[in-house]
């Protein structure tokens, strides 16, 4: 059992969890990822480390009550336990000697963002941190990714924090100015990653990308984690989660991520409705 030590909202539906374990804390790196289940009924969820304390032997994930699992995960508290909590799983990212670099990160890709700027801020690096959020009730982490930029832009679909506009936008502005980039990282929906790689593509500028496929076991065995990266089939779990977003074929990660979405909607309405009746039953 893994103890969750410390857990917060960070707006109505994404959670921010501490969690006790050690043996992961003492390996982590920017980029890798856990698998957790809350109990022996859930599913199996992967999450990318936000964050680890290699001294407290803990570390820390940002999830989305999106589904049955992640609902159920929702209603722990502080002091409750996880069944499972294995990792660190995947490759960790590449990010040493790169001196000026854009971070940009979509929604709650930029839980998966903020490690990586932090790592190259403290390494020295210029990172230019571009964020979006459809509006502002929805921004996460924003004083964390300020402390770890040298540059943070926020960009809001409706206007309603920072600027107006998708962060290809202000991506797009920054390579028109003349600002070089040892590479772009860009994490989020995988629309967001398509429409950043063709611009940076245009611009010859090195994208990498963290894919997010259907994923099971998270060890390469099961299949379910493939993706299409320059003609050739790998999987997520262990020869990612991180590719060239250039050679990446997002369309077919966009159809395959949508195949369970009815069985998905189908689960949380159940385990909701079950909810309702245990609270009619009190």
């Given amino acids: 059992m893994f103890k969750i030590v410390k857990k917060e909202s960070l707006n109505a539906q994404t959670d921010r969890m501490t969690v006790l374990a050690p043996l992961v804390a003492a390996k982590a790196l920017p980029g890798q990822f856990v698998i957790l289940r809350a109990d022996e009924y859930a599913e199996r969820i992967p999450l990318t480390v936000a964050d680890y304390d290699r001294e407290a032997g803990t570390v820390t994930v940002i999830f989305q009550k999106v589904g049955m ?23 960790a990212s590449h990010l040493d000697g790169l001196r000026r670099v854009a971070v940009i990160g979509g929604g709650l890709g930029c839980a998966i963002a903020y490690p990586q700027a932090k790592y190259l801020h403290a390494a020295g690096a210029q990172v230019d941190m571009i964020v979006g959020f459809r509006n502002a009730d929805l921004i996460i982490l924003e004083e964390e990714m300020r402390a770890v930029s040298t540059n943070l832009i926020m960009m809001t679909d409706d206007g309603s924090k920072g600027e107006r506009g998708f962060v290809t936008d202000a991506l797009k502005a920054q390579l028109e100015a003349g600002v070089e980039y040892d590479e772009v990282i860009a994490i989020g929906p995988p629309v967001m990653m398509k429409f950043v790689s063709l611009l940076t593509k245009q611009y010859g500028v090195k994208t990498i990308v963290s894919m997010n496929p259907i994923m099971i076991d998270g060890t390469g065995m099961c299949g379910g984690c493939r993706v299409t990266v320059g003609g050739k089939i790998k999987f997520a779990c262990v020869d990612g989660p991180e590719f060239d977003g250039h050679e990446v074929d997002f369309d077919e990660l966009i159809r395959r991520n949508s195949a369970y979405v009815p069985q998905e909607r189908e689960a949380a309405h159940r385990y909701n409705c079950n909810l309702m009746k245990q609270a009619e039953e009190k």
């Fill in 69 to 91: 699992s992640t609902q159920k995960i929702g209603e722990l508290k502080e002091g409750e336990s996880l069944l499972d909590f294995v990792g660190p799983l995947g490759t």
